[in-house]
């Protein structure tokens, strides 16, 4: 369900461009894109200079649920509800700080001369 709310809570879907690129008669060319967290699909008619013609969306049974039930607000507060537990955030650039506040003056340290940040 997860990957559910966060289509709905981020305001946009992962799109993946699957397929060919069809050319119909009248010159207009269909593109279908598949959303990578949910599965939705999603069909443009474009012409060649770029300008959108139709868009039509498929959305799953479960996805079409959350619609229902959930605006985005409702969405973003289910997220922040289920967050994360310590064990799963391991990413090397986050990592959970407690009982320090961000510093609000300058940075103690000292660009180069070739711009890169020295200690």
């Not at 559910?4 to 069809?22: E, F």
């Not at 607000?73 to 955030?89: C, F, P, Q, T, W």
């Amino acid at each position: 369900m997860r990957r559910y709310v966060l289509c709905r809570a981020l305001s946009t879907h992962a799109w993946d461009l699957i397929g060919a690129i069809v050319v119909l008669k009248d010159n207009a060319r269909r593109l279908t894109f598949v959303c990578a967290r949910c599965g939705s699909v999603r069909q443009d008619k474009w012409r060649p200079n770029g300008v959108q013609l139709t868009r039509s969306y498929r959305h799953d049974k479960l996805y079409r649920s959350l619609l229902n039930e959930h605006d985005r607000e409702g969405a973003r507060a289910l997220v922040v509800s289920e967050g994360k537990s310590r064990s799963e955030g391991n990413h090397p650039s986050l990592r959970l700080v407690q009982g320090k506040r961000a510093s609000r003056g300058k940075s103690k340290r000292k660009r180069s001369k070739d711009r890169r940040w020295v200690a």
